[in-house]
């Protein structure tokens, strides 16, 4: 399982471990792996020139300390100041002592604040030392900055971007929120970004986890002092994935493997149906009941499905129900659904027609999956707001309708109701999933997974693992660092 921590968190673990360590040893740590990893970007560092942009603070220590390393092994380093009068003061005497060269973002000038230095205009040095740099490290803000990038910091990562330089960010792309990911403006935008301890829920969330690039975890010995109860964001991996999949046993028949029961499709939409019920066949249901009026396409495409024109409740056994896809405006049905004591994944049109006091009045697990339009049009905001603030959208969602939510995207969330457990977070998302039906396929599975018994939290994150890995053309999806 990765896990990630919220700023509070990781600030107190640091200070735990802090007392336990002599002074400085975890900014040596952190400035260890980063030099490490900037040099394999590089891949020949002697000669390499590298530019530091550095703020105020730890971050810029991390970057200055870094820097010196780098120095050492012959790289050309030089550390733009955008807060000379508060850079970190034992950083900058190891990078001087190691041959780096020093320039001020403002010419003359103190230059601000150390989240992006207001004032002046950008100097000739430091745009000059930029333009040449092939590897330019982000040492701007760490994960306690907010807001976007002031105007000199800004243009600094303009100029960093033009120069077509390899951009590391330390710890966190300046200007991205550490705890949602949300990004208000300007931001770096990094090809790596290089992080310390745990990782943060930023990197693993939309639009956080685009300006991150490819993440590296550089460990500082936080493991001990972190508390695994307080995980903001846990992603599966592989191992969990394995472990939590159920495995049809000697005594395994139809019903211990999990009827899932779909009420999907409609005259204008029976290819919803059918690949909804395909998603729950596949997902490794030991039986799919399909109630509604594509009885014939559902038949026609998967003769090994039970069909029903009439009544969910009067369709058979089933342990859980899928309800929504291509539904059209049919509540009749989605009604008898929501009243089964089962466990019921309401999906697309589904979630248009619910009742909001009928879900939260359930005694069984609820799982809603909505788009970022759908979860928008059920919290009264424009879609623009859930897309940028993804990790406070679910949130919400599954405390207003007490369930399980399903939160598709660039990055997919599934957040309990309560807001006690992690929010989990599909790191194998893919563009590839971007197409009509796909999302119908996605309920069919989950909902295989919860009438085989998993949990609304496991089918959910479950079955959005395995649907992005079938959708890639490159399967099995792995990260790329």
């Known amino acids: 399982m990765r896990t990630a921590y919220s700023v509070e968190s990781v600030r107190a673990a640091e200070h735990a471990l802090m007392a336990r360590v002599p002074d400085g040893a975890l900014m040596q740590r952190a400035a260890a792996g980063l030099a490490v990893a900037c040099g394999q970007l590089l891949g020949k560092v002697y000669g390499a020139r590298v530019v530091l942009l550095v703020g105020s603070g730890d971050n810029g220590g991390d970057a200055l300390y870094a820097g010196a390393r780098l120095a050492r092994r012959g790289a050309g380093v030089t550390a733009v100041l955008l807060a000379p009068e508060r850079v970190h003061g034992g950083g900058l005497a190891a990078f001087r002592g190691a041959g780096g060269r020093v320039v001020r973002a403002v010419d003359g000038a103190e230059g601000g604040e150390g989240s992006s230095g207001d004032g002046g205009v950008v100097s000739e040095g430091a745009l000059a030392a930029v333009g040449r740099a092939q590897l330019v490290v982000d040492g701007i803000v760490g994960i306690g900055g907010k807001g976007a990038l002031r105007p000199l910091a800004a243009r600094l990562v303009r100029a960093a971007d033009d120069s077509g330089a390899l951009v590391v960010a330390v710890d966190l792309p300046s200007g991205v929120d550490a705890d949602t990911g949300q990004v208000a403006g300007d931001a770096v935008r990094a090809d790596a970004t290089v992080t310390f301890g745990t990782y943060k829920p930023g990197l693993l969330v939309d639009p956080g986890r685009e300006y991150a690039g490819a993440v590296r975890l550089v460990d500082i010995g936080l493991d001990g002092s972190l508390r695994p109860h307080e995980a903001a964001l846990e992603a599966l991996q592989y191992v969990d994935v394995d472990r939590l999949l159920p495995v049809p046993g000697a005594e395994s028949d139809k019903y211990r493997r999990g009827v899932v029961g779909v009420v999907a499709g409609s005259a204008r939409y029976p290819g919803a149906a059918v690949l909804a019920v395909a998603g729950a066949l596949r997902g490794g249901a030991g039986a799919v009941r399909y109630v509604g009026p594509a009885a014939d396409a559902v038949i026609a495409r998967f003769p090994e499905a039970l069909v029903s024109d009439g009544p969910p409740a009067k369709a058979g056994r089933v342990q859980a129900w899928v309800a929504g896809p ?38 069984a697990p609820t799982l809603l999956t909505p788009h970022a339009g759908e979860a928008a049009a059920l919290l009264g905001v424009s879609r623009a707001e859930v897309e940028g603030a993804r990790l406070d959208s679910v ?50 599975l989950a909902g295989s997974l919860l009438a085989a018994g998993l949990e609304a939290r496991d089918a959910g994150a479950v079955g959005a693992f395995l649907h992005a890995c079938a959708s890639s053309p490159t399967f099995p999806v792995r990260p790329s660092w």
């Open 395 to 444: 949130r919400e969602l599954a405390g207003r309708y007490a369930a399980t939510v399903l939160l598709k995207g660039s990055t997919t969330l599934v957040a309990s109701p309560g807001g006690g457990r992690a929010v989990r977070v599909n790191p194998t998302g893919t563009a590839w999933l971007a197409t009509a039906g796909s999302g119908d396929v996605l309920s069919g």
């Open 326 to 363: 291509g539904l059209g405006d049919d509540a009749g049905r989605l009604r008898d659904v929501v009243a089964a004591d089962v466990p019921v994944l309401i999906d697309a049109d589904g979630l248009r027609l619910v009742d909001r006091d009928a879900v939260r009045g359930r005694a």
